[in-house]
């Protein structure tokens, strides 16, 4: 899914400032570092103190913070191109009512697009004598792809129907045409800045 491209809000720059705007690049850059990318967000007394002390408001403190928070939401999106192959996988897990699977693997020239399927019985479909399961998988959650320091997993797309809901991962670079003994880890968040992991971790593992 492509992203609107960015229109800046005017055409004026004040080029006095091109100092003090690279300074603060600069400065964004060594915060990335220094935090391994994962700042976490300076308590409300810190917003309070800084507002203050440099005669601004919290909230655009806050907003301030919060932006930087999402540095990797606007990374490049990868476009898979020119198909080349499937690669057959056919490996499931069931777990807690549901079924987790990954049939195939597409192969692209530029990368790797995998999609993880979520089924499970509806209530209403059951026998009144049998435990429900949950109405839904995962409400307000989401599911991470990792596979390696080497790919980059990125998160397409997730949507579903009754009993039914699908995550897409674009890999790249793409995978090998053998991924043999590669295992593809999939870690759930009750967040999307990947900071509250809920414990639920599959591995589903290419022979």
């Not at 800084?50 to 909230?59: F, G, H, I, M, P």
């Not at 990797?72 to 990868?78: A, E, G």
């Not at 990125?154 to 009754?162: E, H, I, L, Y």
């Not at 809901?165 to 090998?176: D, E, F, G, K, R």
């Amino acid at each position: 899914m492509k992203r609107k491209p960015f229109e800046p809000p005017t055409d004026y720059y004040d080029e006095h400032l091109i100092n003090i705007d690279e300074q603060l690049c600069s400065l964004v850059k060594q915060r990335l570092d220094i935090s391994n990318n994962n700042p976490g967000f300076p308590p409300d007394e810190v917003i309070t103190n800084w507002a203050t002390k440099y005669n601004l408001y919290e909230a655009f403190l806050s907003s301030l913070f919060g932006s930087l928070r999402i540095h990797d939401f606007f990374k490049p999106r990868i476009e898979p191109n020119v198909f080349r192959k499937y690669i057959s996988v056919l490996k499931s897990i069931e777990k807690d009512d549901y079924v987790y699977s990954v049939t195939v693997i597409r192969q692209y020239e530029n990368a790797s697009v995998i999609q993880l399927h979520i089924d499970w019985v509806e209530a209403e479909d059951l026998p009144r004598d049998l435990p429900h399961p949950h109405p839904h998988p995962h409400p307000h959650n989401t599911l991470e792809l990792f596979i390696g320091e080497q790919y980059d997993c990125q998160t397409d797309r997730a949507g579903g129907s009754t009993g039914h809901y699908t995550y897409n991962y674009i890999v790249s670079p793409p995978l090998p045409d053998d991924p043999s003994n590669i295992d593809l880890v999939f870690k759930e968040y009750s967040d999307h800045f990947k900071e509250k992991p809920t414990g639920l971790e599959l591995v589903i593992e290419i022979e």
